[in-house]
């Protein structure tokens, strides 16, 4: 008989199943990402409460064949991240709709001078609170271990450099676009300009999620938090001011979205918190 050398055994090396998702993480997770969720959305729609975990749910599988119970530990660690300055958490919550706000506000002015906007009801201020609640735990938690905790990671780790962190949040935000596709073009009967916004907004919107995600250390929570309060504040807005014009306010969202991104760019160099701990992968 032979001698075995190191590497021989089963347990020194992942095979089949884990050996393919071990070298290829990211193609795993977005084959089973689509293989997950797509069905859903063209059959069933927004009305599966189910559909949003798909992002959290396949990052979590990816690495649990990928890196085992240690990898699971580790993203799952991200969410309790939360000892970061008080001014990110503020900024999660309100930044992105107090800014949204404004913006919509000054350009409805503009472009409808004669429209009387009013402020938000008291049953809809009411209801935000929860809103906010449950928007965190489907959509927040439910996306955000996919797209920041897992995805942004290993884009990063694959793209060192000053540059990395913002061609890894693009190309996020290019795969969150490509998520929701089926969706919208269900929904608006074949590809319109509403993808094309939503797609720009995307992608735009995930360069100041990668900035938070690095200032926060990592966290999944301040981003999940981030995620929750800016879904909260556009709906607000639709649900009650600007239900008059809603293409007119998905456009002034979407541009403020790229705007935002655009400034953070140009705030941070183009480093997107490069350097900021909490962001190696294993």
Known sequence: MGRRTPGDGPTDRPRGLRAVV???????FCLLLAAASWPVQLVIGRSVLLAPVGPSVCAFVVVALAEGRSGVRELWGRVLRWRVPLRYHVFAL?????????VAYAA????????????????????????????????????EFGWRGFLQVRLQAR????????????????LFAVWHA?????????VTTTL????????????????????????????????????????LL????????????????QVTAVGAGVLTLV???GRLGLGAPGLRVR
Request: hydrophobic residues 55%; glycine residues 12%; without cysteine.
């Open 22 to 28: 071990r070298r290829w993480p990211v193609l795993a």
């Open 108 to 143: 409805t002015a503009v472009a409808f001078p004669d429209q009387q906007l009013a402020a938000p009801s008291t049953a809809v201020l009411v209801s935000a609170p929860i809103n906010l609640v449950a928007i965190f735990v489907l959509a927040g938690l439910g996306e």
């Open 94 to 102: 309100t930044g992105l709709g107090a800014g949204t706000l404004a």
């Open 196 to 235: 094309l916004w939503f797609t720009a907004g995307t992608v735009g919107i995930s360069l100041v999620y990668a900035w938070l995600f690095a200032r926060s250390g990592g966290s999944v929570l301040l981003v999940a938090m981030m995620h929750a309060g800016q879904n909260t504040w556009t709906g």
């Open 182 to 190: 089926p969706l919208i073009v269900v929904e608006q009967g074949g």
């Open 267 to 269: 705030l941070t160099r």
């Open 159 to 174: 793209h060192p450099g000053p540059g990395g962190p913002a061609r890894a949040a693009l190309l996020v935000g290019v």
């Open 238 to 253: 639709y649900q009650d001011v600007f239900s008059f014009a809603p293409a007119f306010f998905d456009a002034v969202v």
